[in-house]
């Protein structure tokens, strides 16, 4: 990966309230491209992100590491005028704020968007919630499960016998996230033709809704309703996880006509490829029960270091179903410097997957894992802001940072 000598987003500064996950994601994938991520946390307990997480050493979150890399920490109860009068201090010398409250939060705080922009007109206020900023259900609670259902991608997973199920990871939040991240770049290339800011209102069900598909006009145009199918996609074969004879699983994913003759050659089958039942992507997706059947067989005679290399050598695409252990272990991973490992200052190598998507000419970095709360409010507080020792010692004694 060649070395950049700046970061493209290293002229920006983001200033992040909010918690948890949709919020902050956005911003640690703005702090990716070098944006100067100030982190605005509560000064008795912080981000609730920093006791989240399955696995806790040392009582220690192994998730804020993450979703807070390249960030700086500082501490400024938002309750408080003080607080608030802070925030205003640092937007007036950002290009970013982004929260993620519910509707009508930052103006019970003096902090509406029109204000801020009496204060920095060219200011982006990136609002990520459950349901929007509009609407009657704009003031709920909305948690990134919620939008999941509401969005749709809820119902279509899982087996067709079961109640539906999730992602093992947070879907919607991240989703919303991401979606906010564009409409936040979006604004500021629009902000460098006309000089003013303006809200991104990300809504977590409609960022899983962009995620669905045709399963509106199936419905509205067609009539269908879309069920949970399990391992597979309706009418979409074969494309599934195939047994092999040493106990594994290897997906499949031969849907497409040609590629489908590709595998029929490598299961020396050929004549699968032009029978009128498999012939045709329609046909394959008619007869799939019976088709996946067909391949299992074959793949059930063979070991998967075999299969897949037969696979592979076919021009058939198929994979192992990796876990973080595989990932650790594959060579790919390695060669593409997917995963990154930094130096915890407590836990000592940490590993993370890497800034994604991959520039060629200024790449993003990770530059350090998540910081302890009010790392930095001594460097943005009277580096940044000016404030005066007497101040900050008044401050921390009225427990506004």
């Known amino acids: 990966m060649p070395v950049a000598q700046s970061l493209p987003l290293d002229d920006l500064t983001v200033v992040e309230l909010g918690s948890l996950l949709a919020g902050p994601f956005c911003g640690q994938l703005l702090g990716d491209f070098g944006a100067e991520v100030i982190k605005v946390e509560d000064p008795g307990t912080g981000d609730p992100m920093r006791q989240w997480g399955r696995e806790k050493p040392y009582g220690m979150s192994l998730w804020w590491p993450v979703v807070a890399r390249n960030k700086k920490s500082v501490t400024a109860n938002l309750r408080t005028e003080e607080g608030q009068d802070l925030v205003r201090r640092l937007v007036a010398k950002a290009d970013v704020l982004v929260e993620n409250f519910r509707p009508g939060t930052l103006e019970r705080w003096g902090l509406a968007p029109e204000k801020l922009w009496k204060i920095n007109p060219g200011l982006v206020v990136t609002r990520v919630t459950g349901f929007g900023q509009t609407g009657p259900y704009a003031e709920r609670a909305g948690y990134g499960s919620i939008g999941e259902a509401m969005g749709g991608i809820r119902y279509v997973t899982g087996d067709p016998d079961r109640p539906p199920a999730r992602a093992g990871v947070s879907l919607g939040d991240s989703l919303a996230a991401t979606f906010a991240t564009l409409g936040t770049l979006v604004a500021l290339h629009n902000r460098g033709r006309t000089g003013r800011g303006q809200v991104v209102d990300a809504a977590i069900y409609e960022a899983v809704l962009a995620l669905m598909e045709s399963l509106l006009p199936e419905w509205q145009v067609a009539g269908y309703q879309r069920e949970r199918t399990g391992a597979t996609l309706p009418n979409v074969s074969p494309s599934n996880a195939y047994p092999t004879a040493d106990g594994e699983m290897v997906l499949v994913a031969a849907n497409q006509d040609n590629v489908f ?26 007869h799939m029960e019976e088709l996946d059947g067909l391949i299992a067989q074959w793949t059930s005679t063979l070991n998967a270091d075999d299969l897949l290399g037969r696979l592979h050598e076919g021009g058939v695409p198929a994979g192992r179903i990796f876990r973080a252990k595989d990932m650790f272990a594959d060579p790919h991973f390695v060669a593409r410097d997917a995963i990154v490992r930094l130096t915890h200052p407590e836990l000592g190598e940490f590993a993370m997957h890497n800034v994604f998507p991959r520039l060629s000419e200024t790449p993003g970095s990770v530059r350090h894992v998540g910081p302890t709360l009010g790392e930095h409010n001594e460097e943005i507080y009277q580096g940044m802001l000016g404030i005066d020792d007497a101040t900050m010692s008044s401050l921390h004694s009225a427990g506004v940072i």
């Open 261 to 286: 003759r590709r595998l029929t050659e490598v299961m020396s089958q050929p004549e699968l490829a032009t029978d009128e039942r498999y012939a045709t992507h329609g046909a394959r997706g008619q």
